[in-house]
């Protein structure tokens, strides 16, 4: 069965980074995009950053365009999401998703 495993989220001052991972199996991964989602209290989920099959193709949310950076290690079957200068309001839960399957999240807290 398909299987998605976040890693990677913790506590991290402003400013900072941090480097999420999603290992996946279950499925034959070089044939599907992935994409970042997440969820800050309160809000509902909202699409972060997706990137095709072979890695060539990446599209951002406006809110982390710059920022954030997706790839893919289609070896390994994992997808990352390398976040920088991160504020306050990346603050949120972080999904990795590959249509219609979700992974269980990895919390990301950002506070001095």
């Known amino acids: 069965q398909v299987r998605l495993v976040e890693s990677g989220g913790g506590l991290v001052q402003p400013g900072g980074s941090l480097r999420l991972s999603c290992a996946a199996s279950g499925f034959t991964f070089s044939s599907y995009g992935m994409s970042w989602y997440r969820q800050a209290p309160g809000k509902e989920r909202e699409l972060v950053a997706t990137?095709?099959?072979?890695?060539?193709?990446?599209n951002y949310a406006a809110s982390v365009k710059g920022r954030f950076s997706i790839s893919r290690d289609n070896a390994k079957n994992t997808v990352y999401l390398q976040m920088n200068s991160l504020k306050s309001e990346d603050t949120a839960v972080y999904y990795c998703?590959?249509?219609?399957?979700w992974g269980q999240g990895t919390q990301v807290t950002v506070s001095s």
């Open positions: 990137i095709s099959p072979a890695g060539g193709s990446t």
């Open positions: 998703r590959r249509s219609p399957y």
